[in-house]
């Protein structure tokens, strides 16, 4: 009897085998697919991967010198000082992620501490203009590096990001007295109000060979709320509540009730511009319950998000990739060079900060692209800190390398999203607070 089971059983065994698979057969082994299966992580965790990996880049590595964050990866950049140039709104961003990486304990709080003493060292050696810090610094000299030609001063705009950046640190390390008073000194030191020319309005720049020669106001609607709020802020150099109103809003002109695909966008130009309108100022400014007379920020950036999602859905262009999974433009390097991508805008590029950096605004759209970008894309997207910076799937093209502007607003908008972390120490600062009041905020 056993051994009729037997015969049967190896009859049904190559039975089932074809012409070339003997009774020993079995599948071929498949690497991906157990990497798949131990790879597919939980939302919670795939956010953590992506913050802590996107923080290395400024921690691993910042300037040897200064602790900044560089400019950008690729070292060829710039006439071969792509690796020498730190950035100042960049580092602002980096420094404002300190607290959200001592928290989930990618690095402890004494060693942030004593990266801050090295940034701070490097802040208080190098030239300021009338406060004012320059858009961009050499690592090795702590001399300005011209961004343009007469680009070689005071950048009020890059200077706002970074005293964001400062004063979150400074809430956060509100017990280690040196750090707090060494942020405090660099943040009253900046003159906001010699930047109005006596006008209603601030400058972006001043040179002290063209002084205010490339003539730049800064009005909205744009990534620059910060700017305004911060100089209404300050304890020195403070400027008055007609300078917000006259020239930032334009006299109440910057409001214009666009619409798109149903949705209504109280600011900004065609389709909201590019993302970054909606991350850089808000890094610290809790839009949760932000108005003005001008508008409710919440809404408007939420409307921002929601207007370059379905753009993507709707893809006019009919461009390669795009759609619910694949959406988000801002500026960022692109096939042709750098530019300011948005729906108006549209080369056909993706930048992974521009959905991602939005998750406080469109949750479950955001982590559709990042679910994406990570698990679909992965083996070309992703690198050493985190995504590279755009890609095109029209183009079959990647960037090969990252920009610190792009980087640092994942971390800290993520964050915000998850915990209000960094929107809870920046609306804490009775400073800022004072500068709000000022303006007739409701927050």
Request: charged share 20%; proline share 4%.
């Given at each position: 009897?056993?051994?009729?089971?037997?015969?049967?059983?190896?009859?049904?065994?190559?039975?089932?085998?074809?012409?070339?698979?003997?009774?020993?057969?079995?599948?071929p082994?498949?690497?991906?697919?157990?990497?798949?299966?131990?790879?597919?992580?939980?939302?919670?965790e795939?956010?953590?991967?992506?913050?802590?990996?996107?923080?290395?880049?400024?921690?691993?590595?910042?300037?040897?010198?200064?602790g900044?964050?560089?400019?950008?990866?690729?070292?060829?950049?710039?006439?071969g000082?792509?690796?020498?140039?730190?950035?100042?709104?960049?580092?602002?961003?980096?420094?404002?992620?300190?607290p959200?990486?001592?928290?989930?304990?990618?690095?402890?709080?004494?060693?942030?501490?004593e990266?801050?003493?090295?940034?701070l060292?490097?802040?208080?050696?190098?030239?300021?203009y009338?406060?004012?810090?320059?858009?961009?610094?050499?690592?090795?000299?702590?001399?300005?590096?011209?961004?343009?030609?007469?680009?070689?001063g005071?950048?009020?705009?890059?200077?706002?990001?970074?005293?964001?950046?400062?004063?979150?640190?400074?809430?956060?390390?509100?017990?280690?007295?040196?750090?707090?008073?060494?942020?405090?000194?660099?943040?009253?030191?900046?003159?906001?109000?010699?930047?109005?020319?006596?006008?209603?309005?601030?400058?972006w720049?001043?040179?002290?060979?063209?002084?205010f020669?490339?003539?730049?106001?800064?009005?909205?609607?744009?990534?620059?709320?910060?700017?305004?709020?911060?100089?209404?802020?300050?304890?020195?150099?403070?400027?008055?509540?007609?300078?917000?109103?006259?020239?930032?809003?334009?006299?109440?002109?910057?409001?214009?009730?666009?619409?798109?695909?149903?949705?209504?966008?109280?600011?900004?130009?065609?389709?909201?511009?590019?993302?970054?309108?909606?991350?850089?100022?808000?890094?610290?400014?809790?839009?949760?319950?932000?108005?003005?007379?001008?508008?409710?920020?919440?809404?408007?950036?939420?409307?921002?998000?929601?207007?370059?999602?379905?753009?993507?859905?709707d893809?006019?262009?009919?461009?390669?990739?795009?759609?619910?999974?694949?959406?988000?433009?801002?500026?960022?390097?692109?096939?042709?060079?750098?530019?300011?991508?948005?729906?108006?805008?549209?080369?056909?590029?993706?930048?992974?900060?521009?959905?991602?950096?939005?998750?406080?605004?469109?949750?479950?759209?955001?982590?559709?692209?990042?679910?994406?970008?990570?698990?679909?894309?992965?083996?070309?997207?992703?690198?050493?800190?985190?995504?590279?910076?755009?890609?095109?799937?029209?183009?079959?093209?990647?960037?090969?390398?990252?920009?610190?502007?792009?980087?640092?607003?994942?971390?800290?908008m993520?964050e915000?999203?998850?915990?209000?972390?960094?929107?809870?120490?920046?609306?804490?600062?009775?400073?800022?607070?004072?500068?709000?009041?000022?303006?007739?905020?409701?927050?």
């Amino acid at each position: 009897m056993f051994r009729y089971l037997y015969f049967i059983g190896l009859m049904l065994i190559f039975s089932s085998c074809s012409s070339d698979e003997g009774p020993g057969y079995q599948e071929p082994y498949d690497p991906n697919s157990e990497v798949e299966e131990e790879e597919k992580l939980t939302d919670e965790e795939l956010l953590d991967l992506v913050q802590q990996q996107t923080f290395k880049y400024f921690w691993d590595f910042a300037g040897t010198n200064s602790g900044l964050a560089r400019e950008r990866s690729q070292a060829d950049a710039y006439g071969g000082q792509g690796r020498n140039i730190v950035t100042i709104g960049g580092s602002g961003f980096g420094i404002a992620a300190f607290p959200v990486a001592v928290e989930r304990g990618w690095i402890s709080r004494s060693e942030a501490i004593e990266r801050l003493k090295k940034i701070l060292d490097f802040l208080e050696e190098v030239p300021t203009y009338h406060g004012a810090f320059s858009h961009w610094y050499l690592d090795d000299s702590a001399q300005t590096r011209a961004f343009s030609e007469k680009d070689n001063g005071g950048d009020l705009v890059e200077t706002a990001f970074l005293m964001q950046g400062l004063l979150i640190a400074r809430q956060y390390f509100s017990g280690e007295t040196e750090i707090t008073n060494r942020i405090t000194a660099l943040w009253e030191a900046v003159e906001w109000n010699w930047y109005t020319q006596d006008e209603d309005v601030l400058y972006w720049h001043w040179s002290p060979n063209y002084a205010f020669d490339i003539n730049l106001k800064i009005q909205g609607w744009n990534e620059s709320l910060m700017v305004y709020v911060l100089a209404s802020a300050s304890p020195t150099y403070s400027v008055e509540p007609g300078v917000y109103h006259q020239g930032w809003a334009s006299n109440g002109n910057m409001v214009n009730n666009r619409q798109y695909y149903g949705i209504d966008l109280p600011l900004g130009p065609a389709y909201g511009g590019p993302l970054f309108f909606a991350h850089y100022s808000f890094i610290g400014l809790d839009p949760r319950n932000l108005s003005d007379q001008y508008a409710n920020y919440w809404e408007q950036n939420t409307a921002h998000s929601l207007i370059h999602y379905n753009y993507a859905i709707d893809n006019p262009r009919n461009f390669e990739g795009y759609g619910e999974h694949s959406w988000g433009f801002t500026a960022s390097d692109s096939y042709e060079g750098y530019s300011a991508h948005s729906p108006a805008n549209d080369l056909s590029v993706i930048t992974p900060t521009a959905a991602l950096s939005s998750f406080p605004y469109t949750p479950e759209e955001s982590m559709k692209a990042l679910r994406y970008f990570y698990e679909e894309k992965r083996s070309e997207l992703w690198g050493p800190y985190g995504f590279y910076d755009a890609f095109s799937e029209e183009e079959n093209w990647v960037a090969d390398g990252y920009l610190a502007i792009d980087q640092g607003p994942i971390i800290s908008m993520i964050e915000n999203y998850r915990t209000g972390l960094l929107w809870d120490l920046f609306m804490q600062d009775e400073e800022v607070q004072a500068g709000l009041n000022k303006l007739d905020f409701d927050y």
